[in-house]
Structure formats: C-alpha cells, structure tokens
C-alpha cells in the first residue's frame, strides 16, 4: 500500500493505487516479450503478437468499404506543391478526411515514394503536418513543436498524406464541433467520446486510427504517381502512436519514423496516468510494452527520435526509452537486420525534430529530391 502526503489538500494523507499497478505491471505485464534468439523463433513471435494485437485493437472488428470512393474537394496552390482536400470512405459509413502534398516537379508517369504523416494532439488534426500557417492558432503549434512535418517532406520530393484521425479536424465529436464558440476545440479531440462508445463494443481508438491508415495506403496504391512498394509513415507524439500500431500491423509500411512516442509504459502511462484515452487498449500491457510491438516492425526500417527533455520520457528519462529501443533492437539483431533500427535523441522537449529522421526516409525510400 502507498501512502501519500501533500501538503497542499486538506487531508493529511491519501492512499493512492498507481504504485499497485506498477507493481502489477511487473508481476503481470509483458507475458508474450520475444525471449528467443534466432530469425525462426523472432518470426514465430511476430506471428503471435501481430495476432494479438489486431484481437486487442478491435481491428478485426472493423468493415472493409467495397469501395473508398475518393473525392478530391479543393487544390491549393502552395509554391512548391499543391495542397488537395481529399475525403475516401474507410468503413460503409465511415469517411476519412486528408490533404495530399504533391510536389510541382512531378514528371507525367512517374512514380515517387509516399509517406503519411498522421498528427498528435493539439494540432488541430492534420492542419498542422500540413502547414497551415494562415491559422494562427495552427502557426503556433508548428513553432512550439516543428509540426509542419508533412510540408518538409513534400519539399523534399516525397508525395505526403497528411489525415484527420478519427476524432480530429473535421472528423471530431459533436460536442467538439463549436469552434467559433469555444475556439479551443479547434485544436482538442474527441479520444474519450471515441473510447466510450468504442470500449464496450470491442474497439478502440488505436485500433480505429490504425485500420484507417491501412485504408489510406490502399488509396495511395491506386495512384498512378505513388509507387506502391515505396510507402513510409512518419508521426509526432500521438502520429507517433498511430505509426507505431499501423507499421507493425501493415508490412505495406517499408520505413517508420517514430517521435515523441516510445518509452516504458509503467512510467509515461501507468505513473503519467493522465495522458489521453487513446493509449487504453484493453489488456495491452498484459502482453507487450511498446518495444515489444516496435519489435513487430522489423525488418522494416524504423527510426526513434527522442526530446532528450522530453517530459513524457518519464521519471528516468531517456533510460526509460533506451529500455524500449533495447527490446525493439533484441528482435532485430535476431532477424539479422540490426542496422535497419535507428535511434536519434536530440536535445528538446516534446517536438519533430526531423535531422536524422529525413535523410533516414530518403535513404531507406531509395529517394534522392
């Protein structure tokens, strides 16, 4: 039992339960983390978990649309680019909403590599990967955390896909949707309306924004400037929690860039218990923690790039991320491709910072802009 003091509340002390689950994390967490050693028992593994991840997710819970149906709403003139607004459907009754950077240099008939580049919170979805700089509220975003990471591909020769996750953007919740009210929700989400009337259906966020991405790359593999085999994903904070779930469920993924988001759950979510409703997944922790499913990405390509200021790191900073890096790298030293996992820690706190991971995307894409 814990017992707490604070001098600033009217109780002497209280009895807090988060060191029980910490403790419980320990004696109960982490039953399918890879023990092997050689390629054979890495795959094995990967087969298991991937397997489990996608019952604990929800996704195959989730309905295939027998058709996106994509619809291009608007194109932009950006200099450089062109911004389109696109909708597809990623369920019957389901629509996804995005915009698509695509360099001006593109030669008819080729065909360049793609990344998509989901957002985390406060971003007002996919306003700030993309670069909407004319939205004040959006232009502070991008300077306080380098947000505009779908424009700094896209001058870099990548064709970028910048989605509204579930919940965000034009996809939010009604009691969310009064922005010129309370413009505060332009920025906020809907994460605990979405698990709310998820959770009892045997769904979850993670899992729905996963499913999305998936549907997002069978869009881009229609297009004839995509080149299918060439498709990255890229994401700051809660990006970096819907790259990681999706590359290591979608082999499609060749290249994940991970920032922001990876480190030990008992610190940043059991004792950093407030962070959002997007990070429950029923049962999760019981099985893998977040370098055991980093781990299911290999032997793709996959790069971590860490604020080493960064307060989600938790109590112990950045060993508490090294911990994850060393149980994602177990899995790929056992593949034999332990050159194809990166981790870059740079000196910040919570923001893209982008030195290593472009040049890591333009190498492992085979893309020189």
């Keep these: 039992m814990t017992i707490q003091t604070n001098p600033h509340s009217y109780f002497p002390h209280f009895y807090s339960?988060?060191?029980?689950?910490?403790?419980?994390?320990?004696?109960?967490?982490?039953?399918?983390?890879f023990?092997?050693?050689?390629?054979?028992?890495?795959?094995?593994?990967?087969?298991?978990?991937?397997?489990?991840?996608?019952?604990?997710?929800?996704?195959?819970?989730?309905q295939q649309p027998a058709r996106l149906k994509p619809k291009r709403h608007n194109r932009e003139d950006c200099g450089s680019y062109w911004r389109e607004d696109w909708t597809i459907f990623t369920e019957p009754d389901v629509q996804a909403?995005?915009?698509?950077?695509?360099?001006?240099?593109?030669?008819?008939?080729?065909?360049?590599?793609?990344?998509?580049?989901?957002?985390?919170?406060?971003?007002?979805?996919?306003?700030?990967?993309?670069?909407?700089?004319d939205i004040e509220a959006i232009r502070k975003q991008i300077e306080v955390h380098n947000y505009d990471y779908a424009v700094q591909l896209v001058k870099r020769g990548f064709i970028t896909l910048a989605p509204d996750a579930r919940g965000f953007g034009q996809r939010r919740e009604p009691a969310m949707q009064d922005d010129k009210l309370n413009p505060d929700l332009f920025l906020s989400g809907s994460c605990h309306s979405l698990a709310l009337m998820a959770y009892p259906q045997g769904q979850t966020v993670a899992g729905m924004w996963a499913w999305d991405l998936m549907r997002l790359v069978d869009y881009l593999q229609t297009r004839p400037d995509v080149d299918p085999q060439r498709i990255g994903s890229a994401g700051l904070s809660g990006g970096g929690l819907q790259t990681l779930y999706f590359s290591a469920l979608d082999?499609?993924?060749?290249?994940?860039?991970?920032?922001?988001?990876?480190?030990?759950?008992?610190?940043?979510?059991i004792r950093m218990a407030s962070n959002c409703d997007c990070n429950n997944i029923p049962n999760l922790w019981k099985y893998a923690d977040m370098g055991d499913i980093g781990g299911l990405i290999a032997p793709r390509s996959l790069l971590i790039e860490t604020g080493d200021k960064d307060p989600l790191n938790g109590a112990t900073g950045l060993a508490n991320v090294n911990s994850q890096v060393g149980y994602s790298r177990k899995v790929y030293r056992a593949l034999g491709?332990?050159?194809?996992l990166a981790h870059h820690v740079f000196p910040g706190e919570h923001r893209w910072c982008g030195e290593?991971?472009?040049?890591?995307?333009?190498?492992?894409?085979?893309?020189?802009?």
């Design 97 to 133: 909403t995005f915009y698509l950077l695509l360099p001006k240099n593109l030669s008819r008939g080729e065909r360049r590599p793609a990344v998509l580049c989901p957002h985390g919170h406060s971003s007002g979805g996919r306003f700030s990967p993309a670069g909407r700089t």
């Design 356 to 369: 290593r991971a472009i040049p890591w995307l333009e190498e492992k894409l085979q893309w020189r802009g």
């Design 35 to 62: 023990r092997g050693r050689t390629a054979r028992e890495a795959a094995a593994w990967q087969r298991k978990l991937r397997a489990k991840l996608i019952q604990i997710l929800g996704v195959d819970t989730m």
């Design 337 to 340: 491709v332990g050159n194809q």
């Design 17 to 33: 339960a988060t060191e029980h689950f910490a403790r419980r994390f320990d004696k109960l967490g982490r039953q399918l983390a």
């Design 251 to 269: 082999r499609r993924v060749k290249v994940a860039v991970i920032s922001g988001y990876f480190y030990g759950v008992k610190e940043s979510l």
